[in-house]
């Protein structure tokens, strides 16, 4: 039987070599994701968690396909069925944690065949068996190749920079993400007050106005992003928003 995870991947390799792995997998991730989305809207379309060009989930996923699928390689459908399992597993726990973490329910596949509450789903499953078979077997060869051609230092530098960059837009995100969510929860609670004075009523047109501007990025790359603490999509609330704005309503 094929060996699943060898530690000498791990052992083999050094963190220099992951982070520029992590680098270049969530860059191509963002790629191919924008352009799939881009396609789809028919528009440019931003796509990931991120303001910038990086998707953390692919980097994260293809490292954790290196280390523990390339024992594998070479026996196409053990590593197709690893890989199913296994990154489903992932994207079922990522999709868990940031539920719980910005209470956000990010993607929603419940109309999907054999979703698992959502958050997974078989065709999604397909893609990752197939993404496994591919990065293990064609392509991630080549870009071991590339990586070892890199001289260091300026390796180096574009982790220093790279780092920089990750960790200021990751802290920016999260924060523009955790005010969107009281301004949601905020408006939620002015919309049940029978009586409002002038000053709530104009504070509440610039909250709805803010709302707008905030989630229209959000709105693109995830158009089933739910606030479950109030039990609506975003798309939902900024339709709303829209609506009485444009209609001059004072909600």
């Avoid at 039987?1 to 791990?10: G, S």
């Avoid at 860059?27 to 968690?49: M, R």
């Avoid at 303001?51 to 197709?80: E, R």
């Avoid at 999604?124 to 260091?152: C, D, K, R």
């Amino acid at each position: 039987m094929e060996k699943f995870f060898d530690i000498n991947i791990i052992q083999n390799a050094t963190l220099y070599n992951f982070i520029i792995y992590f680098m270049i997998y969530s860059f191509i991730g963002w790629i191919v994701e924008s352009t799939f989305k881009s396609f789809l809207e028919k528009k440019i379309v931003n796509s990931g968690f991120l303001n910038g060009p990086f998707i953390p989930i692919y980097g994260v996923g293809a490292i954790l396909i290196i280390i523990f699928m390339a024992p594998l390689k070479g026996n196409i459908v053990l590593l197709f069925l690893c890989g199913f399992v296994f990154m489903t597993i992932f994207e079922y726990i990522v999709g868990y944690a940031m539920e719980k973490l910005f209470n956000m329910k990010w993607w929603d596949y419940t109309g999907n065949l054999l979703n698992i509450n959502g958050r997974v789903c078989l065709e999604n499953s397909i893609y990752w068996g197939a993404l496994s078979v591919f990065l293990i077997t064609f392509f991630h060869p080549e870009i071991q190749v590339l990586v070892s051609m890199l001289p260091n230092e300026l390796g180096q530098i574009f982790i220093i920079i790279f780092a920089i960059y990750f960790i200021s837009d990751y802290t920016l995100t999260i924060v523009d993400l955790f005010n969107l969510q009281e301004k949601v929860r905020s408006l939620e609670y002015f919309n049940i007050i029978a009586e409002k004075s002038k000053l709530q009523i104009e504070n509440l047109e610039e909250l709805k106005n803010n709302i707008v501007k905030k989630s229209r990025r959000l709105l693109k790359v995830y158009p089933k992003l739910t606030y479950l603490k109030v039990n609506r999509s975003l798309r939902e609330v900024v339709n709303d928003i829209k609506h009485n704005i444009s209609n001059n309503i004072k909600m």
